[in-house]
């Protein structure tokens, strides 16, 4: 079993800081694709940011410029640095990754509990 393990959200006004982090532990051969997504009350779940295990990144149009990813392979440990917070980046933000548990088995995605930002106007 995979398990992925969030912190770091809160409460912060626009124009803050957080990072998030988010630890995947259990069984884990090899984590390709890791990275966040967010789900704002009333829509849906949506893709902020991704990494690859050799350090590519996508990020959602709206985060750029202000949100940053960046893995520490080692430690199986993904990390979102959001600055510049708005309103609108108001959501629960989820964890993601494709684990390969097993050398007989394709990746498997994997899912946090998820972490409650907010930022109030």
């Known amino acids: 079993q995979v398990q992925l393990v969030e912190s770091g959200g809160g409460l912060v006004p626009p124009g803050g800081s957080l990072r998030l982090s988010c630890v995947a532990s259990g069984t884990i051969l090899s984590i390709n694709t890791m990275g966040w997504y967010r789900q704002a009350p009333g829509k849906e779940r949506e893709l902020v940011a991704t990494a690859t295990s050799g350090a590519n990144t996508n990020y959602l149009d709206a985060v750029k410029g202000r949100f940053t990813i960046s893995r520490d392979n080692a430690k199986n440990t993904v990390y979102l640095q959001m600055n510049s917070l708005k309103p609108e980046d108001t959501a629960v933000y989820y964890c993601?990754?494709?684990?390969?548990?097993?050398?007989?088995?394709?990746?498997?995605?994997?899912w946090g509990q998820g972490t409650q930002v907010t930022v109030f106007p």
């Open positions: 993601n990754a494709q684990v390969k548990t097993s050398p007989l088995f394709s990746p498997r995605n994997y």
